[in-house]
C-alpha cells in the first residue's frame, strides 16, 4: 500500500481533492505519495497530513459537503470536522514517537 492509499484509507476514500493535491499534502510533511506505506516511520506524518486536510476543509466547507451529504447544516459539518480533528490528536500525543512542544512560559517562583 502506498502512502496515498493510506491517506485515502484514513479519509474514508472521500473525494475531497484529486490525487495531484494529497500528493502535495504529503510532500509538506515529508512523505512520497508513491512509496510504500510503513506505519512505524510514516503514521506521524501521515496523521499530520489528515489533520492539514481537514483544517483546510474547515476552511471551506462546501468542499466537505460536495463529498459528504449527511450535514445538512454548516454547523454540523464543521463539529464533525472538528471532533475528528480532536481525535486524530489524540491519537498523535498517544504514539511513542510523539514529543509535545515545549512551552516558551518560564515560572519565577516555584513552590
Do not use: W
Not at 476514500?13 to 512520497?32: H, I, M, P, R, S
Not at 476552511?59 to 464533525?80: H, S, V, W
Not at 471532533?83 to 510523539?98: F, G, H, L, N, Q
Request: proline letters at 2%.
Amino acid at each position: 500500500m502506498t502512502n496515498i492509499e493510506r491517506l485515502k484509507l484514513e479519509l474514508s476514500n472521500q473525494a475531497y481533492y484529486t490525487d495531484t493535491e494529497y500528493a502535495v499534502f504529503l510532500e509538506e510533511q515529508g512523505l512520497t505519495a508513491t512509496d510504500t506505506y510503513d506505519k512505524s516511520t510514516n503514521q506521524l506524518a501521515l496523521l499530520n497530513t489528515v489533520i492539514d486536510i481537514l483544517n483546510t476543509l474547515m476552511n471551506n466547507i462546501d468542499n466537505l459537503m460536495k463529498a459528504q451529504t449527511e450535514f445538512t447544516t454548516r454547523t454540523q459539518a464543521y463539529k464533525y470536522l472538528n471532533d475528528r480533528v480532536a481525535t486524530i490528536e489524540k491519537k498523535i500525543a498517544c504514539m511513542p514517537s510523539y514529543e509535545p512542544v515545549s512551552s516558551q512560559i518560564t515560572y519565577l517562583y516555584h513552590n
